[in-house]
């Protein structure tokens, strides 16, 4: 039986959900409440090694269903052995990334079909479903001036996926908004282009529910 709470942040790329969930872990912890943070792919050792390979393999990159298969076999591991545990035992789970994402991504973004998209997720991750998910929005020109401003500071470059061009980015974006219109009581959107205090300010408003 799931008894702590399991909230996830989605958004495009650069759209400031590391910073957010980093305030989040903070205030969580200072409210007393034993939180775990983990990201999509990755949160394993199993999941990391996948994370590697779907965000770095240039010669032999994934064609879409091995991508979409990819996320799921990283996801199983992550759910299995890291979130239902945690979640079990009273702790609540960020998870920067989730199911959405796939959604989002593999779904209006590379165009696989959502219904067998949907059916593999549930399978691989037993039907979790988060309790609340804040979906950080943001106009596809300021996450990208971040971005580049990030890879500047930190000596960094784009990934693959990062890498897909702009008409990819604008349908994943519009899947996230369709996603949030289905399932309104679950995803928040939250305006992310204002300074990060004042995305912080949106994000306590959405905790409310569930604090
Ligand atoms: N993916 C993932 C799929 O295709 N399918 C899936 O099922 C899943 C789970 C993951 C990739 O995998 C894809 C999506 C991704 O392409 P990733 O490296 O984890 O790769 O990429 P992201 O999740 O996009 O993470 P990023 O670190 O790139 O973005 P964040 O976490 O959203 O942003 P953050 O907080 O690191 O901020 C980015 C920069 O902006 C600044 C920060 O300081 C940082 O430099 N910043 C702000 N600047 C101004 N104003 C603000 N409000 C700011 N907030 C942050």
Not at 91 to 120: N, P
Not at 177 to 192: C, F, M, P, W
Request: overall charge negative.
């Amino acid at each position: 039986m799931k008894k702590g709470r399991f909230i996830t942040f989605e958004g495009g790329e650069g759209c400031g959900k590391s910073t957010q969930i980093k305030r989040l872990e903070s205030y969580l912890k200072e409210k007393g409440v034993e939180v775990l943070v983990t990201r999509e792919p990755g949160g394993t050792r199993l999941a990391e090694l996948i994370r590697g390979l779907l965000k770095d393999e240039k010669d032999d990159p994934p064609c879409d269903r091995a991508e979409l298969l990819l996320f799921l076999a990283a996801r199983a591991q992550l759910v299995k052995n890291v979130i239902l545990p945690a979640l079990e035992s009273g702790v609540w789970v960020l998870s920067d990334r989730f199911s959405d994402s796939t959604f989002a991504y593999q779904g209006y973004g590379r165009g696989l079909d959502l219904e067998i998209l949907k059916i593999a997720n549930d399978f691989a991750c037993d039907s979790l479903k988060p309790d609340l998910t804040l979906l950080l929005d943001v106009p596809p020109e300021v996450a990208s001036a971040r971005m580049r401003k990030r890879e500047k500071e930190t000596n960094t470059e784009a990934d693959r996926i990062e890498l897909a061009g702009d008409e990819f980015h604008r349908k994943l974006r519009e899947g996230f908004h369709a996603l949030a219109a289905d399932e309104s009581d679950r995803i928040h959107t939250i305006d992310a282009s204002g300074t990060p205090d004042e995305v912080w300010e949106a994000v306590c408003r959405s905790l409310k529910r569930l604090i």
